[in-house]
């Protein structure tokens, strides 16, 4: 669909695994500074990426939504790879249990008597990864109605 010097090829990659190897025309990626769009010949760069909603146009047309509980993207000249701490393809999550994963992650934070800042930290990126699996999920039906 796009000419080959308007795509980039783009890399979602975990520890555990290569979430998504695809070739792009663009992607809008959560990032510490805010919301960011990639599209080909984008300037280099390096930022941290926060829990959140990816959202992917292939070389094809298509749209596809991910999750992202955080990590790094790195832009290159024809090529954008995210380093992510955990990230998930919307078609693959089970909203069910992403909200109630979400739901006892926030039961865990009211629970707390003392607030140690590790726990605290844990429990709050538990919650802001469930989000943003539950907003991913949410996103892509909408995408995917007739």
């Known amino acids: 669909m796009f ?6 090829k783009f890399e979602i990659v975990t520890q555990e ?4 190897k695809e070739m792009i025309y663009q992607v809008t990626v959560p990032t510490k500074e805010g919301e960011i769009t990639i599209m080909p010949k984008h300037m280099p760069l390096v930022a941290i990426l926060v829990p959140g909603v990816i959202e992917i146009k292939k070389e094809n047309g298509e749209v596809e ?7 790094f993207i790195e832009v290159l000249r024809n ?6 701490d955990t990230a998930e393809r919307a078609m693959d999550i ?4 992403a909200e109630e994963a979400r739901i006892r ?6 629970n707390i008597r003392q607030f140690d800042a590790e726990e605290y930290a844990s429990i709050s990126g538990a ?3 469930e989000l943003a699996r539950t907003k991913a999920v949410i996103k892509w039906k909408k995408i995917r109605k007739p």
């Open 79 to 84: 090529k954008v790879v995210l380093l992510a």
């Open 105 to 110: 992650a926030t039961d865990n934070l009211k």
């Open 17 to 20: 695994r290569v979430v998504m």
């Open 127 to 129: 919650i802001a990864k």
């Open 65 to 71: 939504i991910a999750s992202v509980s955080g990590g």
């Open 94 to 97: 089970d909203e069910k249990r």
């Open 3 to 8: 000419e080959n010097h308007k795509i980039i």
